[in-house]
């Protein structure tokens, strides 16, 4: 069963850089037939892809954020991660990262990150 | 990118009904790669279909897809107490991957 396991600090400050990591059992991050993404939702609000790290390390992001966006793997510790920086309160958000083979099998449970000085 | 609007954006029935959520796409979704989620309060969402028409591992038999091109539906046959949530539409036929805004199907 895969499981994924958000984690990072839930207050981060405007103009600085939100950093979450994704911790996955029951997969291999490195498996051919897998990729990893990242998704956001605001407060009562509906959901946004960030983007997703295929199995060969390559990245696609979305257009609307891909000047701010990283998203890195770490196949030591079978995690990834997501770099945001110049955060705003726009960027407030319930962080998900998903199994992102196109559909979106598992996800995480999500964690709430708030940019606020 | 592809914008995707779900009609209704609520939808009031009781439980024994069936509903019809309709997910519509500003231009063709390539290969059918459309996907639906359910959405439950604090929860993340729940994969149902993939790829128009597939059911998901564990997705109940009540729960189905349809549609191509631009326009898709999703079927809930028979509503339980457990299909009250909120349902997304997804496209993974181009990036950026897209959502739709959410039909809320509540009880009557």
């Known amino acids: 069963q895969v499981q994924l396991l958000e984690s990072g600090p839930g207050l981060v400050r405007p103009s600085q850089t939100l950093s979450l990591t994704c911790t996955v059992s029951g997969a291999s991050i490195t498996s051919d037939d897998y990729h990893w993404g990242w998704i956001r939702q605001p407060a009562g609000k509906g959901l946004e892809w960030i983007g997703r790290i295929y199995a060969s390390g390559s990245t696609i992001y979305n257009p609307s954020l891909t000047s701010r966006v990283t998203i890195s793997v770490d196949t030591s510790k079978n995690q990834f991660s997501l770099n945001l920086n110049s955060v705003t309160a726009a960027d407030t958000a319930v962080y998900y990262c998903?199994?992102?083979?196109?559909?979106?099998?598992?996800w995480g449970q999500g964690t709430l990150v708030t940019v606020s000085s | 990118e592809i914008v995707l609007t779900q009609s209704p954006d609520t939808l009031s029935l009781s439980p024994g009904e069936g509903a019809t959520l309709s997910c519509r796409a500003g231009?063709?979704?390539?290969?059918?790669?459309l996907a639906w989620y359910q959405q439950k309060p604090g929860q993340a969402p729940r994969l149902l279909i993939y790829?128009?028409?597939y059911r998901a591992g564990g997705i109940p038999e009540r729960f189905s897809g349809s549609g191509s091109g631009t326009d898709f539906t999703l079927t809930i046959s028979r509503l339980e107490p457990e299909d009250f949530a909120v349902y997304y539409c997804?496209?993974?036929?181009?990036?950026?991957?897209?959502f739709g805004q959410g039909t809320k199907v509540e009880i009557k």
């Open positions: 997804q496209q993974y036929g181009s990036s950026p991957w897209t």
């Open positions: 998903a199994r992102d083979n196109g559909a979106l099998a598992y």
């Open positions: 231009q063709s979704v390539s290969s059918g790669y």
């Open positions: 790829t128009a028409s």
